[in-house]
């Protein structure tokens, strides 16, 4: 091989490379690339809250753009090879801080943005939980018509809420709602769990959190009604049902309870009505709630009582007055040493019978006998049993009740004999009575 070969080969070998370094720079220029939404991760977190027992509030998901240049077959697919990282492990108090970012690429890539200077802005602070009741509550429309909703019911009572310490004094309650529409029996449901302050209001940190995010939550339907009101009457000899009306207010009163009690409730009977002694035309107040069966209620603003009235054909009822007078007292006292007196006026008792025999009727027929142990009862006011007896009534004329009640004043003063009778003035008038 001659020596200028040899020479003219390296010259063009040496070409070849210059040539193919000025291709080479012309079809993969260096070039900037920006990428978006780089996301920054938080280093030092573990470290946080081990040792000082302090946690990241705000600032855990923040994006950063990052600029780079590079040849651009290389910073053109360079994203999953950037990172962007934030050290949190020097912000050792509650509080906010701007802490630095440091971004790295891949071999001779450069980093134009974010600069040195760059910060993120972070919050810290320390967790901590307490324990809340939860409440219950209806959502949407009513039950369905006939149908009433009973109290909505969930195994769980408490939860435990968490967040920053600073914050977490706001939250007084968790409140869960069932939502209900047109429903006709029992429902169940997993119902999302809402964190409330004591104004009522929903809590709006977004640091706050119940740990239980839903609770079962169940609701309950009675059956509503209308069940009418009845009393069974009972017979005298002399007075028979078909001889009696009744009126009963209210007729009927609207309830709810299980369905299938109330769709055996065909009435709700209020007692007994003995004919022999009811006050003909005078309401009688009968209790509507004690006669209700086990797990039937009265609705809201239906009566608990019934005025009932009962009138007899041919029969009347009068009231008559015994004066003072007609009263006779007995101190049954072993040594009697005090004095008895009449404080009540008169006495009210109840006839009844046909009108005409009643219009007979006159107050000297009755006497009223009441037997006092002033030496048990003492001094003072009392009230005591008069037993009531009748001279010369017609005989379809019958006393309704024969007990009255009778007000009198037992004193001191001089001593009586036993089974003395009354002067005008009510005291007992012992020996001198029967001298």
Known sequence: MKKHDVWLRLLSLVLAVVLWAVVMDQEDPNKSYTYNDVPVTLTGELILKEDLGLSVIEGMDQLVNVTVNGQRSIVASLRKNITVTADVSSC??????????VVSAPGTVQVLSPGRNATIHVRIDRLATKEVEVRLGKGGSTAAADYLLKDPTSPTTKVVVEGPESELDQVAYAYAVIE?????????????????????????????????????????VYQRGTVPLKVTLK?????????????????????YGDQNQL??????NLGDIDLASVETGSAKSLSISSRLPKGVELETGQPVTALVTVTIDGVDTQALKIA????????????????????????????????????????????????????????????????????????????????????????????????????????????????
Not at 92 to 101: A, L
Not at 197 to 215: D, F, L, Y
């Open 324 to 435: 003072k007078d007609d009263i006779i007292v007995t101190d049954t006292a072993d040594e009697p040493r005090l004095n008895v007196r009449v404080m009540s006026e008169n006495v009210e008792i109840q006839l009844r019978g046909s009108r005409t025999d009643l219009d007979q009727i006159k107050a000297s027929m009755f006497t009223v006998a009441i037997a006092v142990d002033s030496s048990a009862l003492g001094e003072g006011t009392h009230t005591v049993t008069g037993l009531v007896t009748a001279n010369g009534l017609p005989e379809d004329v019958m006393l309704i009740e024969d007990k009255v009640e009778v007000q009198v004043l037992i004193e001191s003063g001089a001593a009586f004999e036993p089974g003395g009778i009354q002067d005008a003035e009510g005291v007992i008038a012992g020996s001198e009575a029967a001298q």
């Open 92 to 101: 050792t108090n509650p509080g906010e801080y701007d802490v630095p970012v």
């Open 180 to 220: 209900v529409a047109g429903v006709s029996s029992a429902v169940k449901q997993d119902c999302e769990v809402v964190l409330y302050n004591e104004a009522g209001e929903p809590v709006e940190s977004t640091h706050i959190r119940s740990q239980t995010k839903t609770v079962s939550v169940t609701l309950g």
């Open 235 to 255: 017979e005298s000899d002399t007075v028979k049902a078909d001889m009696a009306q009744v009126r009963i207010e209210p007729e009927s009163v609207r309830v």
């Open 263 to 268: 769709a055996t409730l065909t009435e709700i």
